[in-house]
């Protein structure tokens, strides 16, 4: 088997995903993981090349992955990565059908993301505020509260939060600028607590943090320099153990349909490029439209009176 064509045909694509759809390196590094895997699977079950599976071979690769315990939602998200490599090969007339059509997802996969309750994220704000309105906060408590109002009040990925720059804020309007995937730009607005926790962090906390001029980076480690995800990670998991960056963004979102947020207004907040992304929260807002039409609907169960 010619496995250089393989490996051709991934960084292809590679530059495909990095130079036209723009998607950073890290999810590049995914897909490629993804695509080498499959390749590996063909040439062990006499599959051929990647350009010659058919769906039957691409079906038979998830189901292999089911077989070896492999999460449905990772599953799904290979299939994805199947999908759009197969997609590319076909407009760039590597092959003249794509073997995904009519690949089933893992059934059940859109489940909905982890999220925590309003109380405990009630609990996660009130101790972070009360560490950084002590007597002598140090800028890294000031810091951290405005991480954790960010990550819930505005509901941005890790990853946007470690790169926005000071001058994203927007104070008077209250709003900050977020570039999430693809480098696709987005406004975010700000509530009251993540503003002025963002603002007192601003004038008090970041300049304590500040080691040399001209660090463009909001958030600063102890030593001067940009945040890192996994810095991140931790400080969330040290507000509360069950926690995590990404677990804060979808109770975001989740607790914003509890109160009768409509999807697409949390796709917009969310960045989602494709509703279908934010339809796992489809569930709740049907929640809220039930109660709704039962207290309001004329002809509800509630506002049926018995007949004589």
């Not at 819930?152 to 900050?176: F, P």
Request: net charge positive; charged share 25%.
């Amino acid at each position: 088997m010619n496995v250089s064509t393989n490996l051709d045909l991934i960084r292809g694509y590679q530059t495909y995903l990095r130079v036209e759809k723009g998607l950073r390196p890290l999810t590049c590094d995914a897909y490629e993981r993804d695509l080498l895997q499959l390749a590996e699977y063909l040439e062990t079950t006499g599959g051929g090349l990647l350009e010659q599976a058919q769906r039957e071979n691409l079906s038979g690769f998830l189901e292999h992955l089911q077989a070896h315990h492999v999460e449905m939602r990772s599953r799904a998200r290979k299939l994805s990565c199947l999908r759009g490599f197969y997609r590319w090969l076909l407009l760039d007339k590597k092959i003249s059908y794509d073997p995904t059509i009519n690949l089933e997802s893992p059934s059940g996969w859109r489940v909905l993301p982890k999220s925590l309750a309003e109380s405990e994220v009630t609990e996660m704000m009130e101790q972070s505020n009360a560490q950084a309105q002590r007597l002598g906060a140090k800028g890294a408590a000031l810091r951290d509260r405005a991480i954790l109002e960010l990550l819930y009040g505005g509901g941005i990925r890790v990853s946007e939060l470690v790169d926005l720059r000071v001058e994203d804020l927007s104070a008077q309007q209250g709003q900050i600028l977020v570039r999430g995937k693809g480098d696709k730009e987005r406004i975010v607005p700000l509530g009251r607590a993540a503003l002025e926790s963002l603002q007192i962090y601003l004038e008090r906390g970041r300049p304590g943090l500040l080691r040399r001029s001209g660090v463009a980076e909001m958030f600063l480690s102890a030593r001067g320099h940009a945040l890192t995800r996994q810095s991140v990670w931790v400080l969330v998991k040290k507000s509360n153990r069950r926690a995590s960056p990404h677990m804060l963004r979808h109770s975001c979102a989740t607790h914003m349909v509890e109160h009768g947020a409509d999807l697409r207004t949390v796709q917009t907040l969310l960045g989602h490029a494709d509703i279908a992304t934010t339809q796992v929260y489809t569930h709740l807002a049907l929640g809220r439209l039930k109660a709704v039409h039962r207290e309001h609907h004329p002809r509800s169960t509630r506002n049926m009176e018995p007949t004589a």
